[in-house]
């Protein structure tokens, strides 16, 4: 038994705060918010077990301390790797019984989770982890160790219940989207702007929830069209390219997103993100808004090549199609963009007889 001298009340008290932070932890939507509570609950247990003159256990801690810093600023799997080798040589050193694979797999788990881009994956495998090293706990009974790793599990789990599940805004909007362009008979309007959202993620897997959003919602003023737009197209000399078919195409595509968002209860932030993406998804501008306009282009020239040969021909005339062609494809910004849409590009001029 320990005696209540002060280096013990303070490892106790240390362990306490401790278990706060890492409940904490897991109800930032930052990443970053996320890491420094886990700094900051490694660093107090890490001190616990000095206090407790139990070195050893101290230094190990004191490791993750510094994979949380690491993780703070980067992502970078060079790291990953070089942390995965610390564990696996303080296994081989250290290892007395099958236990003890048990809970390296369980740290292994957590870690390749500490540094995933994608922060769904990221409380997915920390949570996996977390998993197994309770079990680890309960198997070498310890209580206490059950105790700290099942109230990090439940913070897990709420906090993924409360982005991912209660406030998937990106869920509703989509269903709000396929359900407007079905209202209207248009089909291959909500396949453009699923795979809007494919070649979003291929260009930059680490998208977040704003984005795509605006990926899936981009067109949604097609779903709403009335004649005035379809006039702008077909009387200007510019075509699909007439400005004010593009200003109301998306000034009313931003306008209705927002006032459904307002509906579904998205944060001020968010609404107002979502709008400027998707009032400047046909021209651009910033990073995000070139990234949404070569996704758009790219699906463009995927999906909806038929649809232009075979019915806008007829309605505008074969010029302003082709112009719209080389127009989609010309203001396309990143190279990778481009040469992705090189071959739909190409098929798509043959396909008008050019
Ligand atoms: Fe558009
Ligand atoms: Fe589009």
């Known amino acids: 038994m320990y005696d209540l001298t002060l280096p013990f009340i303070f490892s106790q008290i240390a362990m306490f705060i401790a278990m706060g932070f890492d409940f904490l932890s897991l109800q930032f939507k930052k990443r970053e918010y996320t890491f420094l509570c886990l700094i900051v609950s490694a660093s107090l247990i890490s001190s616990h077990y000095f206090l407790l003159n139990k070195t050893a256990a101290g230094v190990i801690v004191f490791i993750s301390v510094l994979r949380f810093i690491t993780c703070y600023f980067t992502t970078n799997k060079k790291y990953l790797f070089i942390f995965i080798g610390l564990n696996t040589v303080s296994l081989f050193f250290t290892y007395k019984d099958i236990t003890d694979l048990i ?10 989770g500490n540094f995933q881009k994608d922060n769904r994956l990221m409380r ?15 198997i070498i009974f310890s209580p206490m160790g059950v105790i700290t790793e099942v109230s990090f599990l439940v913070s897990g789990v709420i906090g993924y219940y409360r982005y991912y599940i209660k406030n998937n805004f990106y869920n509703k909007v989509k269903r709000f989207v396929i359900s407007s362009f079905k209202k209207v008979n248009d089909s291959n309007g909500i396949k453009h702007l699923l795979r809007t959202v494919h070649w979003v993620k291929k260009l930059k897997p680490s998208a977040d929830e704003v984005l795509l959003i605006a990926a899936v919602a981009h067109d949604i003023e097609r779903a709403f069209r009335d004649h005035k737009n379809y006039n702008f197209i077909k009387n200007s000399d510019k075509g699909f390219k007439s400005e004010e078919h593009l200003t109301h195409h998306q000034t009313e595509g931003a306008r209705i997103i927002g006032d459904y968002l307002k509906q579904i209860g998205a944060s001020e932030d968010m609404i107002n993100n979502i709008k400027i993406l998707v009032s400047r998804h046909e021209i651009g501008g910033s990073e995000e808004e070139n990234l949404l306009k070569d996704a758009d282009s790219l699906s463009f020239f995927e999906n909806n090549i038929n ?22 494809f010309n ?11 090189q071959p739909f590009y190409d098929k798509a001029i043959k396909e008008l007889g050019f």
Request: proline share 0%; glycine share 6%; net charge positive.
């Open 124 to 138: 997915k495998l920390m949570m996996g982890g977390t998993a197994i090293i309770a079990i680890y706990n309960a």
């Open 331 to 341: 203001r396309i910004s990143s190279l990778k963009a481009k040469e992705l849409a």
């Open 307 to 328: 649809h232009f040969v075979n019915n806008k021909i007829a309605e505008t005339g074969k010029e302003k199609v082709k112009d719209k062609f080389d127009w989609m």
């Open 103 to 112: 809970i390296y797999i369980g740290l292994i788990i957590f870690i390749i």
